[in-house]
């Protein structure tokens, strides 16, 4: 895991929704990169002291859950990896462009998509889940 | 084609994808990587309430793969019963480190950890293989 981790660019993200973490670690999944995917900053904070795990970039939600926020996390990150960059998005659409920023800066293939797509598909998952989740009360 | 016949692997034609459910996001994303490795789609889920709002959002599966000690009100074997009553045709695999006997029958299968990642392997192909061949004999079934 370490050695794979290593070879490759490998963007941590930070999002308590699952829809919009998976939308978006698809994407940069398809524009070459390894992404570990953290629900909390708490989860977060795993990754990072895995010391074999290389970790190039951060894509946080600015309102990720977690024991810390996400701006005592960026100070943290700071302190525990001072190499690795870190992204606060304040919505998943801020988040998409900045997914798509780093596809555009990474080396490997560049834009998978359009990053209107990716917000695209997110509302789309969510109405299809709030659609369920009625069907399952009623 | 027949019964019989083999189906495509990963990588040829339909690419299986995997709802991988487990909290310990260090053996998640080995597990998960493990398996892109391999040519499968994996989405990652962390506890039962996600991997509920997956399947919720109508995305298309060929497997869950979740492990049975989780936080939350659910754990694996109740995410198991709350998925087969949405999906039941969707092949299901519970992984624990603690045996018991009892939760093979909610699941179609178990896996006990510790696991070798070729053991994992297997495990994904034969229930995979299971469903492509299920697909592919009742071509409307979901």
Known sequence: MADQAQQSDCILIIDGDVLVRHALADYLRNCGYIVIEASSTDEAKIVLNEDSLAVDAILADAEAPGSLNAFEFRAWALRRRPATEMALAGSFEAAAHKAADLCEDGPHLGRPYDPQSVISYIRRMVGNARSASIGLAS | ?142
């Open chain 2, 1 to 142: 084609m027949t019964s019989a016949e083999v189906l495509p692997g990963p990588g040829d034609g339909h690419i299986p994808i995997i709802l991988l459910v487990e909290d310990d996001v260090l053996v998640r994303f080995t597990t998960a990587e493990t398996l892109r490795d391999e040519g499968y789609t994996v989405l990652e889920a962390v506890d039962a309430p996600e991997a509920l709002a997956l399947i919720g959002t109508g995305h298309p599966l060929d497997l869950v793969l979740s492990d049975v000690r989780m936080p939350g009100e659910m754990d694996g074997v109740a995410l198991t019963h709350a998925i087969k009553a949405l999906r039941p045709n969707l092949p299901i695999a519970l992984i624990s480190s603690h045996l018991d006997p009892g939760m093979t029958h909610c699941g179609e299968a178990f896996l006990s950890k510790p696991y070798e990642p070729a053991h994992l392997l297997l495990l994904v192909e034969k229930l995979v293989g299971a469903k492509w061949q299920t697909r592919h004999s009742n071509p409307t079934a979901s």
